[in-house]
């Protein structure tokens, strides 16, 4: 168990539906990444923050966005989705801002269907 | 650009043999980290190692060990005497400085390993 958490674990939606997917990091951990995992991509990093800053953005959609709270949860919302979308959405958190320095630790991920 | 070649896709071998997976990076930093995770079938991620550019001292852990080949820009993962636990998807990935690009790791596509009984 690497201590991130991520809700739910399984999620099953149609397409144009918004849903919102929750992480909360390691303890102590200000970095929160989001990445996504598909059979035609492979794992792609879609965006990160640092201690509630956007701090690098990936390959994210725009109909795509995050945030992260004060109290250091992320929250991945996806919306008007699509086929395209279906998917495993990870999400990992490190120590400090990221980098060259940080070891990223994996939450369970949630597996996403749009249908 | 920053990019990470698994080339074998699948691997399979019979409970005890050695197996060894490649994972060529290409990289114009010369800070960078390298890292493998493990993916079982149960599907999270989970991370074994991490080594620093300027480290190129071969590491072992148990029946795991890397050797980290900087002339050639190679980091590959030996597991020996495997059992059927080991099978899982390895992906072997490299992060870009936090100056550049944050805390962004890139993976290859994955060496997906089967150890039958």
């Known amino acids: 168990d690497s201590g991130v958490t991520q809700t739910p674990k399984h999620l099953i939606t149609a397409t144009g539906q918004r849903v919102t997917l929750r992480c909360s990091p390691r303890?102590?951990?200000?970095?929160v990444y989001w990445y996504q995992q598909s059979l035609d991509q492979g794992l792609q990093f879609l965006i990160q923050?640092?201690?509630?800053?956007?701090?690098a953005k990936g390959n994210i959609l725009e109909r795509f966005s995050a945030q992260q709270f004060p109290d250091l949860h992320s929250e991945l919302n996806l919306s008007s989705l699509e086929l395209g979308d279906s998917a495993l959405y990870f999400c990992a958190s490190s120590v400090r801002s990221g980098g060259a320095t940080d070891t990223q630790y994996f939450g369970p991920g949630t597996r996403l269907t749009v249908l | 650009a920053q990019k990470v070649t698994q080339a074998q896709t699948e691997i399979s071998v019979v409970e005890k043999e050695d197996v060894t997976l490649d994972c060529v990076y290409e990289t114009r930093d010369t800070t960078y980290y390298l890292f493998w995770y493990k993916q079982p079938p149960s599907g999270e991620l989970v991370f074994l190692i991490r080594?620093?550019?300027?480290?190129?001292q071969n590491e072992i852990s148990g029946r795991y060990s890397w050797n980290f080949q900087k002339s050639t820009s190679s980091f590959n993962f030996t597991i020996t005497a495997s059992q059927v636990v080991d099978s899982a998807v390895y992906f072997c990935?490299?992060?870009?400085?936090?100056?550049?690009?944050?805390?962004?790791?890139?993976f290859g596509q994955g060496t997906e390993l089967s150890v039958k009984p």
């Open positions: 080594r620093n550019s300027f480290d190129e």
């Open positions: 923050y640092y201690n509630g800053e956007e701090r």
């Open positions: 303890s102590g951990d200000l970095s």
């Open positions: 990935a490299l992060s870009e400085p936090v100056y550049n690009q944050g805390g962004k790791l890139i």
